[in-house]
Nanobody
């Protein structure tokens, strides 16, 4: 089992930046592939970015490529999401998730066993 706690959300103007953090505790962090998802009241939870156990493989949802960067520090048991050039449509609750599945790179929620409580990101126009 791993427990996940997100932080770093907030209110930012369009074009601004935020950096989300997700601190993990419990089972060995480096055992897990990690990802960020986001959800709004109008949409199902959607994939944003994922990173492999050692950070060698990274995948992004198309709309965030070039603007968001996922990274991890296994020594600190933390995964990050650096978000730049934010747009109002990036407004959502952002969740980090952990996966032991070999299918972690597909970006499917079903491949992620553990979830944080979410952190709100609001981008004003």
């Amino acid at each position: 089992q791993v427990q996940l706690v997100e932080s770093g959300g907030g209110l930012v103007q369009a074009g601004g930046s935020l950096k989300l953090s997700c601190a993990a505790s419990g089972r060995t962090f480096s055992d897990y592939a990690m990802a960020w998802f986001r959800q709004t009241p109008e949409k199902e939870r959607e994939f944003v970015a994922a990173i492999s156990w050692g950070g060698d493989y990274i995948y992004y949802e198309e709309s965030v490529k070039g603007r968001f960067t996922i990274s991890r520090d296994n020594a600190k048991n933390t995964v990050y999401l650096q978000m730049k050039s934010l747009k109002p449509e990036d407004t959502a609750v952002y969740y980090c998730a952990a996966s032991l599945s070999l299918g972690w790179f597909r970006g499917n929620r079903q491949d992620y066993e553990h979830w944080g409580q979410g952190t709100q990101v609001t981008v004003s126009s």
